[in-house]
T-cell receptor
Framework: GEDVEQSLFLSVREGDSSVINCTYTDSSSTYLYWYKQEPGAGLQLLTYIFSNMDMKQDQRLTVLLNKKDKHLSLRIADTQTGDSAIYFCAESKDQGGKLIFGQGTELSVKP | DTEVTQTPKHLVMGMTNKKSLKCEQHMGHRAMYWYKQKAKKPPELMFVYSYEKLSINESVPSRFSPECPNSSLLNLHLHALQPEDSALYLC???????????????FGQGTRLTVV
């Protein structure tokens, strides 16, 4: 995960917006992904963004991409207790199919 | 249907045992992956299969042996494992590998392996 960095923890109150940030290093990455992992479970693909886009919105989720700064963020509107999980950003390294994950941000939602 | 099914969900094995992890998808995906995830860490790639051929082996010890019998199935054969191999083993698939459309990977729920 050294190529992709995330802060480790985020705590928000229910109903607030959450913003999870990620920086990556490989400027050739064309697709960037957000995955959610609940305790004891596998990874759930939340959304992805193509590098020629600045923003993608999908219901409560908004992804912002600043390609110049290699910065990716995931905003969750109206955060619910069910959103508590670890969120991983990932970049696709090359044509080989390898995903490079960040360390994951543990989101805690307090009622 | 975006389901990747892994069995078993939990596995405890001794260091002299031989066991296999299984992964199945019926989405017509032609790329399949094995990842290893230790607690509180991100997943790390082990193997990539593309069109049933091994295309990436991330220097994984030979005590882990992957097999892709057909386009829907992916196995991971385990032999003479060590306690430090205890982890969550995740299978994933994508329509194709690489960068670009239809390369997003869908993960199974994982097999939690404990080596005693």
């Amino acid at each position: 995960g050294e190529d992709v960095e995330q802060s480790l923890f985020l705590s928000v109150r229910e109903g607030d917006s959450s913003v999870i940030n990620c920086t990556y290093t490989d400027s050739s990455s064309t697709y960037l992904y957000w995955y959610k992992q609940e305790p004891g479970a596998g990874l759930q693909l939340l959304t992805y963004i193509f590098s020629n886009m600045d923003m993608k919105q999908d219901q409560r989720l908004t992804v912002l991409l600043n390609k110049k700064d290699k910065h990716l963020s995931l905003r969750i509107a109206d955060t619910q207790t069910g959103d508590s999980a670890i969120y991983f950003c990932a970049e696709s390294k090359d044509q080989g199919g390898k995903l490079i994950f960040g360390q994951g941000t543990e989101l805690s939602v307090k009622p | 249907d975006t389901e990747v099914t892994q069995t078993p969900k939990h596995l405890v094995m001794g260091m002299t045992n031989k066991k296999s992890l299984k992964c199945e998808q019926h989405m017509g995906h032609r790329a399949m992956y094995w990842y290893k995830q230790k607690a509180k860490k991100p997943p790390e790639l082990m193997f990539v299969y593309s069109y049933e051929k091994l295309s990436i082996n991330e220097s994984v010890p030979s005590r882990f042996s992957p097999e892709c019998p057909n386009s829907s199935l992916l196995n991971l054969h385990l032999h003479a494992l060590q306690p430090e191999d205890s982890a969550l083993y995740l299978c994933a698939s994508s329509q194709q590998k690489g960068q670009g459309p239809n390369t997003e990977a869908f993960f199974g729920q994982g097999t939690r392996l404990t080596v005693v």
